[in-house]
């Protein structure tokens, strides 16, 4: 077993060192109650959701659906589901890092009273996700809407804290495309699908691995950890050691323990080379305008054009530009000359090199590239 230490100092009775890489027996609240404070980069919760069922649920043909009957998600009423949800969203809060997140999905029956608790626990929503399935299973009865959808939450630690999103990596996983926040994905299916020893589901409701992999490339990088409270057959963990992160899962059902660990034991971690994603241009460091000329990559008095040659504005010794009695800075000129609100002057203003117009941004991507790699 590897063990990380925690950047806080621990509380009397629990642990100093994170368990990374590993399945926790037990209940996940007192399983949390055992790791340090602030350690972990984020958690992916998916709770019990606390279906209510009345009886069993046959298709047409009067087959048995396999649905969630499990004593796990058997509550005695909602008092007693919401008790549950603070409490493992209270120790959620208290083992992620600062700049840590919490993800927690659930359906209609749930993801509203998680929510609430999610918000009085004190995080902060950035976003809702739905995710659209794409096979979904039909309503037998026929008394209510085909429920195709579940809900996810994605929250920072607190208003105002720094989170990790790799926004250039999630629009090119989505063709050059600003990701949405309606995913449409398969359940699982397949060879995917776990069986246990009988050929029935291992899991009710085990998730796709495509669901995690589109959440774990967004919001961590390699090297952070990942805590599942409800690790189920460990479709988490099994993802987050194919990416290069770090793992802990809590799961009291030794049957699903068992499943998990195998599976996980099968997976192999990608290359350093292929765990790499599109950086955040957030990330990147900042370049004045003004550190391109006193470099030299411009002049004092060189001229800059926008893409057509329609507007023309003349490089001043300080970094500020002067067109048509305008002065100011790259983006104030930019915007002035088109009557703009506002202006990306590195993408609007071209200077132009051996007879071509480049874009002045170059010249920042070639300064940033000598500064080398930044976190």
């Known amino acids: 077993m590897t063990t990380r230490t925690g950047p806080g100092a621990a509380a009397p009775g629990r642990a100093e060192a994170l368990p990374i890489n590993t399945i926790l027996a037990g209940d996940c609240i007192e399983a949390m109650q055992a790791l340090p404070e602030a350690s972990v980069d984020l958690v992916f919760a998916d709770p019990p959701y606390n279906l209510q069922l009345r009886g069993e649920l046959h298709r047409p043909d009067n087959s048995r659906v396999d649905a969630v009957d499990d004593a796990w998600d058997r509550f005695t009423g909602f008092e007693a589901y919401d008790a549950f ?112 020893g009988n050929g029935d589901k291992a899991h009710p409701t085990q998730k796709p691995e495509s669901l995690l992999y589109r959440v774990l490339v967004g919001t961590t990088n390699p090297g952070d950890v990942v805590l599942d409270p409800f690790f189920g057959t460990g479709t ?22 068992a499943i998990a660990a195998k599976r996980i034991g099968r997976v192999r971690k990608l290359d350093a080379g292929a765990l790499a994603v599109t950086a955040s241009k957030r990330a990147a460091p900042r370049v004045p305008f003004g550190q391109v000329v006193e470099r030299g990559l411009l002049r004092p008095g060189e001229v800059l054009t926008c893409a057509k040659g329609q507007r023309a504005a003349r490089v001043r010794a300080d970094g500020t530009l002067v067109a048509d009695g305008v002065t100011g800075s790259i983006h104030q000129v930019g915007a002035a000359l088109e009557g703009a609100p506002s202006c990306n002057g590195w993408t609007y203003w071209h200077v132009r090199r051996d007879g071509v117009p480049v874009p002045i941004d170059v010249l920042r991507q070639q300064i940033r590239a000598e500064m080398g790699p930044h976190p």
């Open 85 to 196: 949800t603070r409490g493992w969203l209270a120790e959620a809060r208290r083992v992620l890092k600062p700049t840590g997140a919490l993800w927690v999905i659930g359906s209609y029956h749930n993801i509203f009273r998680v929510g609430a608790a999610v918000q009085d626990a004190g995080f902060w929503i950035l976003n809702d996700v739905v995710w659209r399935k794409a096979n979904p299973m039909p309503n037998f009865r026929g008394k209510r809407l085909t429920n195709a959808h579940e809900t996810l939450i994605w929250a920072s630690r607190a208003e105002g804290a720094k989170y990790t999103f790799n926004y250039e990596a999630l629009k090119a996983l989505n063709e050059g495309v600003q990701m949405r926040s309606d995913w449409v994905l398969p359940l699982c299916t397949g060879a995917e699908r776990l069986k246990d």
């Open 236 to 257: 988490t963990g099994a993802v987050a050691k194919a990416l290069g992160r770090d793992f802990v899962g809590i799961e009291r059902e030794e049957s699903y323990r």
